[in-house]
């Protein structure tokens, strides 16, 4: 019982209903302001931006944009500039600034098709390397954008010729720890995930997770690969262990099954590693412990290292909406502060408490 004290609760501080559908949210890189990214019932993108005050929050600005949106990131920009970097429903990248966001400081129509999901990295003073951002889109391909260059994409992933184009849904950087290492991770519709080795250009793993891959999420962009999250449509995540790469067996991994209902969303507390939250279709979100493994590696049989899975542990859950909650954010200056979007239409701002006694 005494131990049952300890677990961090997950409490909801303020809840803001919104007019217009909510695809993602993101705290402003120091600041108490966050931003909600979506679309409007007439068809047309929205930005709110808004400041928490104590227990409200109050809307600041709202920009209206042509195109619905449906990702956003900080990755790539400077703590000066705080730009942010959005992807929309007609496959343009554009990057904002939102002191001025009557047009974009950067524009380039980088898909055929909607834009499902964007990350940046090499930004806001974390990591080393170009500043990057990588999109990832219905069209089957994915790409990475080095903002200081126009139009055309630093490296494009895309289906070989013959092979079927498959619906990307989400992107992650990884394995940036200094300015020559940079992987990219994607997860399609019928389960792949593919790790792209950004510095020898090259396809430098994959594997099937039998069912559509929601999110993925390395631990940390900016050190030498150590755990990967993917999610996915029947209410599974799978933890893979980045450290140890096996000639044919890839990389060990652990396998959950959160929920009946699927996992939109993965996001690793910036202020440790091994603490995650997944966001649910049932409204509800989890929050994880990866516990590591006494050896992380061992010998097969041939003499190849083959990494060693640790496990999970679930801290806590709770369910907030009865709508899915498409997108969730930690705040990356204030430990336990988090913001989710749900499909009811309801930005939420939670605090999760007793984070550092885990």
Same mark, same amino acid.
């Given at each position: 019982a005494a131990a049952g004290l300890e677990r961090p609760q997950v409490v909801s501080h303020v809840q803001q209903a919104l007019n217009y559908t909510v695809f993602d949210c993101k705290w402003v890189p120091r600041s108490a302001r966050l931003l909600c990214l979506g679309s409007a019932a007439r068809g047309t993108g929205l930005v709110q931006l808004y400041e928490l005050h104590g227990a409200r929050l109050e809307?600041?600005?709202?920009?209206?944009?042509?195109?619905?949106?449906?990702?956003?990131?900080?990755?790539?920009?400077?703590?000066?500039?705080?730009?942010?970097?959005t992807g929309d429903f007609d496959g343009n990248l554009n990057i904002w600034?939102?002191?001025?966001?009557?047009?974009?400081?950067?524009?380039?129509?980088?898909?055929?098709?909607?834009?499902?999901?964007?990350?940046?990295?090499?930004?806001?003073?974390?990591?080393?390397?170009?500043?990057?951002?990588?999109?990832?889109s219905r069209d089957g391909t994915v790409k990475v954008w080095d903002p200081r260059q126009n139009d055309t994409p630093v490296a494009n992933m895309e289906p070989l010729q013959g092979e079927s184009k498959r619906d990307c849904w989400t992107v992650?950087?990884?394995?940036?720890?200094?300015?020559?290492?940079?992987?990219?991770?994607?997860?399609?519709?019928?389960?792949?995930?593919?790790?792209?080795?950004?510095?020898?250009m090259s396809l430098r793993w994959e594997t099937n997770i039998k069912n559509g891959v929601c999110s993925v999420e390395f631990d940390r962009k900016d050190i030498s690969m150590n755990k990967l999250v993917a999610t996915s449509l029947e209410g599974k995540f799978h933890v893979f262990d980045m450290r140890t790469q096996h000639p044919t067996k890839g990389f060990a991994s652990v396998s959950e099954k959160a929920q009946k209902s699927t996992i939109w969303q993965v996001r690793h507390l910036p202020q440790n590693r091994d603490i995650f939250m997944t966001s649910g279709g049932s409204g509800s979100l989890h929050l994880w412990k990866y516990e590591?493994?006494?050896?992380? *590696?061992?010998? +097969?049989?041939?003499?190849?290292?083959? %990494?060693?899975?640790?496990?999970?542990?679930?801290? &806590?859950? /709770?369910?907030?909406?009865?709508?899915?909650? *498409?997108?969730? +954010?930690?705040?990356?200056?204030?430990? %336990?502060?988090?913001?989710?979007?749900?499909?009811? &239409?309801? /930005?939420?701002?939670?605090?999760?408490?007793?984070?550092?006694?885990?």
């Open positions: 809307l600041l600005r709202e920009i209206e944009k042509p195109k619905p949106i449906k990702c956003g990131t900080f990755g790539a920009t400077s703590l000066q500039q705080r730009y942010l970097a600034n939102l002191e001025a966001p009557e047009r974009p400081v950067y524009s380039v129509k980088g898909h055929k098709e909607i834009i499902n999901s964007i990350d940046g990295v090499g930004g806001l003073g974390i990591g080393e390397g170009a500043p990057e951002i990588v999109t990832g992650a950087f990884g394995n940036a720890y200094n300015q020559e290492e940079r992987v990219v991770c994607a997860g399609y519709d019928n389960g792949d995930i593919k790790l792209f080795d950004l510095k020898t590591y493994p006494a050896q992380r *590696s061992k010998k +097969d049989s041939e003499g190849s290292e083959m %990494g060693v899975a640790g496990s999970v542990c679930l801290l &806590q859950n /709770v369910t907030l909406s009865t709508q899915p909650i *498409s997108s969730l +954010d930690w705040s990356p200056d204030k430990k %336990g502060l988090c913001v989710c979007g749900a499909f009811d &239409q309801t /930005v939420r701002v939670l605090i999760v408490t007793k984070l550092n006694k885990i």
